[in-house]
T-cell receptor, first 111, second 117 residues
Framework: QKEVEQDPGPLSVPEGAIVSLNCTYS??????FMWYRQYSRKGPELLMY????GNKEDGRFTAQVDKSSKYISLFIRDSQPSDSATYLC???????????FGSGTRLSIRP | GAVVSQHPSWVICKSGTSVKIECRSL??????MFWYRQFPKQSLMLMAT?????????EQGVEKDKFLINHASLTLSTLTVTSAHPEDSSFYIC?????????????FGSGTRLTVV
């Protein structure tokens, strides 16, 4: 069983829609949770960083963590074609430990 | 913001030769750098963790004699793929953990696409 599981997609939605991306994890020792965006042939770019359970909002992006169910979510409001990319969820045991990634979800926003 | 530069961005080499990839933190010092490998349409798989001035720690299943890592300074780590073979063709990405300041999430380089022919 992978430590961080993510539906690879692809996911295609029309411009302006709300996008919901989800991950589950298996190890309750994870404390820090991240979402990265990766464009083709580029390195990952940090979008959201969350400690423990709760919500965090940054512009059109909202990250949610539910540690009781080991569930991580990313919501994108008013989606734009420029949001088309692969989105990777990730987790850490501590803020200084290695980052463990999910498999990534390929998202396409149709104009 | 923190910037990590990776060089080269792409390289083609012949089977049996060695290739060196550099990872530099441009505006911060990094005690720890991480090396990942990513196959097409797959996630990033951690290969090894390198700490400045000490030996790298390799993940299970990664050949340390094939993937040589050197972290000689607080701003530079190198990955050398020795005796490369076509199955080593992949996208290699590094990330760096700052000595101080913002440490969460780390900063990733733009990756190196290696093709072995």
């Amino acid at each position: 069983q992978k430590e961080v599981e993510q539906d690879p997609g692809p996911l295609s939605v029309p411009e302006g829609a709300i996008v919901s991306l989800n991950c589950t994890y298996s190890n309750s020792a994870f404390q820090y949770f991240m979402w990265y965006r990766q464009y083709s042939r580029k390195g990952p770019e940090l979008l959201m960083y969350t400690y423990s359970s709760g919500n965090k909002e940054d512009g059109r992006f909202t990250a949610q963590v539910d540690k009781s169910s080991k569930y991580i979510s990313l919501f994108i409001r008013d989606s734009q074609p420029s949001d088309s990319a692969t989105y990777l969820c990730a987790a850490q045991y501590s803020s200084a430990s290695k980052i463990i990634f999910g498999s990534g979800t390929r998202l396409s926003i149709r104009p | 913001g923190a910037v990590v530069s990776q060089h080269p961005s792409w390289v083609i080499c012949k089977s049996g030769t060695s290739v060196k990839i550099e990872c530099r933190s441009l505006d911060f010092q990094a005690t720890t750098m991480f090396w990942y490998r990513q196959f097409p349409k797959q996630s990033l798989m951690l290969m090894a963790t390198s700490n400045e001035g000490s030996k790298a720690t390799y993940e299970q299943g990664v050949e340390k004699d094939k993937f040589l890592i050197n972290h000689a300074s607080l701003t530079l780590s190198t990955l050398t793929v020795t005796s490369a073979h076509p199955e080593d063709s992949s996208f290699y990405i590094c990330s760096a953990r700052p000595v101080e300041g913002q440490r969460y999430g780390y900063t990733f380089g733009s990756g190196t696409r290696l093709t072995v022919v």
